[in-house]
């Protein structure tokens, strides 16, 4: 599996962004997701993910504002992004994880060990 993200973007605070990661490759649908990101200076972060049963997981920071979604037959995973804040800023990644069948919202990102390359999200105040 190879996961290609991509619809990262500048915009206006309160504003909104669709990210999308899309994955090649068979099985995909028997990978749990994840949306990680890492801003400069700082850790990489959890954001959100779904499992191969679409049950979700977000981090406290995101909840209410993000929403994590994956079409299975378009083997594609999106974050929809509303009510941006500058906060928000990072180059965010996906990424895909096997552990315990993919029915499990790791927030760790040593657990997923499937990356695609980042797409930037810039907010500007």
């Known amino acids: 599996v190879q996961l290609q993200a991509c619809g990262g973007g500048l915009v206006q605070a309160g504003g909104s962004l669709r990210l999308s990661c899309a994955a090649s490759?068979?099985?995909?649908?028997?990978?749990?997701v994840g949306w990680f990101r890492q801003a400069p200076g700082k850790e990489r972060e959890f954001v959100a993910s779904?499992?191969?049963?679409?049950?979700?997981a977000y981090s406290d920071s995101v909840r209410g504002r993000f929403t994590i979604s994956r079409d299975s037959p378009k083997n594609t995973v999106y974050l929809q992004m509303n009510t941006l804040q500058p906060e928000d800023a990072a180059v965010y990644y996906c990424a895909a994880t096997a552990v315990h069948g993919g029915t499990y919202n790791s927030r760790e990102a040593r657990d997923y060990g499937i990356w695609g390359q980042g797409t930037q999200v810039t907010v500007s105040s």
């Open positions: 779904v499992t191969r049963g679409k049950f979700t």
């Open positions: 490759g068979r099985r995909f649908s028997a990978y749990a």
